[in-house]
């Protein structure tokens, strides 16, 4: 049985008024959760997502705005021009398979949505930043990003990447009053890990909860999956003023995983 959860207190509800923010795949998993806790402080959100109408609901639930758009499409992303106070980027999908049997193709197509895509939106929201003199990009990185795991390479090497790119825009960015940080969580319970979890059970010939057990969990010194919400409460100071110290780091929400 998982321990009991403790939740922590959400910022107060006017810490994000007057701020906009964009969250890619923000339509469910760790990206609604971030919307509806931005939308709770005060911010504008628009919710950005492959799923048009899934985004548009949201968007209505927390009387924000939708984007539907395809960030795997990068070369359309090239000329975009970005107002936003606060970028989330945090669109992701994950592969599981050997090396020698990964798809090329699909670990190009994770490296355009995970990397790419993050550097360019980044890049078109940094001018208005640099203008107002205020910025948050947020990028939703993953322990991954620090450790690596069997069958995982594209997407260990897109966290790695983005790990990078973070501090760069980080550096680059602190003069203009930009901050730039990842979120480092362990196995979140969100879609795309239940579909990890029936991958990894094929993969290695054991049962679902086998793979929770002795494969998600075997690391982290805390035996649950992380909430959603845990996530977005870091986001959402993250995003505040009172964070302004805080930049091109990696904030691990990962049990202990990392602590090795």
């Known amino acids: 049985m998982e321990p009991q959860t403790t939740r922590s207190a ?3 509800a006017g810490a994000l008024s007057g701020r906009r923010a964009l969250i890619t795949g923000g339509a469910s998993g760790i990206g609604a ?3 509806r806790a931005f939308a709770a402080a005060g911010a504008t959100v628009t919710i950005c997502d492959l799923n048009g109408e899934a985004a548009q609901d949201l968007a209505a639930e927390i009387g924000g705005e939708s984007w539907s758009t395809d960030l795997a499409d990068t070369e359309a992303l090239e000329d975009l021009s970005l107002d936003t106070d606060i970028l989330i ?3 992701g999908i994950q592969h599981v398979a050997p090396i020698q049997e990964f798809d090329p193709e699909k670990w190009r197509f994770i490296h355009r949505l995970m990397v790419e895509s993050p550097f360019l939106l980044i890049r078109a929201a940094l001018p208005g930043m640099y203008e107002r003199g205020f910025g948050r990009i947020i990028n939703l990185s993953s322990a991954h990003g620090m450790r690596a795991s069997p069958y995982k ?3 260990v090497a897109a966290k790695h990447a983005l790990e990078g790119l973070s501090k760069v825009t980080a550096l680059e960015g602190a003069e203009h009053g930009v901050t730039s940080n990842c979120i480092n969580p362990a196995y979140v319970r969100t879609p795309l890990v239940e ?3 029936a991958d990894q059970a094929r993969i290695h010939s054991i049962s679902e909860d086998e793979v929770v057990e002795k494969i998600m969990l075997s690391e ?3 035996k649950r999956l992380v909430e959603v919400d845990e996530v977005a409460s870091l986001a ?3 995003a505040s003023d009172a964070s302004g110290m805080v930049t091109g780091t990696s904030y691990t929400i ?3 995983w990392t602590a090795a």
């Open 10 to 12: 959400p910022i107060s």
């Open 33 to 35: 959760g971030c919307a």
């Open 89 to 91: 980027n945090n669109a």
């Open 153 to 155: 390479s594209a997407y």
């Open 195 to 197: 579909k990890q979890i």
């Open 220 to 222: 982290s010194a805390v």
């Open 236 to 238: 959402a100071w993250l």
């Open 254 to 256: 990962d049990g202990g």
